[in-house]
């Protein structure tokens, strides 16, 4: 899944900036890149499936998903795959709190420098 390995990276990067205080500069800017990774290799991800599945979609869908996906990407993966859908969602998931604790471990020997 490269959507989750997307996730993982995006998620670590952004958090990895706000627990070392959010430097300024180039740092500042592609952390900002970094926290819209997630929802467009989301939508991504989601546009490729639908496509991939014989899905007619909305034109928009891409950016409904970039925009909405806590709301929207649960919906569309419940409607193609059922209850297998939560494996899906389980693998978004475990990518972001994986980014979250790589951050943590990462980042805590950087915060404690004087």
Known sequence: MLA???????TAAYELDK????????????????YY???????????ADARERDRGCAYD?????FFLWPVLLPIYLFQTRGLRAFRTLGWFFGAQV?????AFVMGYPLSMRP
């Open 61 to 65: 869908f891409g950016s409904f998903i």
């Open 37 to 47: 990774l997630v929802p467009a290799s989301l939508a991504l991800w989601a546009v």
């Open 98 to 102: 994986a980014g979250i604790l790589f």
């Open 19 to 34: 627990f070392i205080g959010a430097p300024r500069g180039l740092p500042a800017l592609l952390a900002f890149v970094a």
């Open 4 to 10: 989750a390995v997307a996730i993982f990276c995006a």
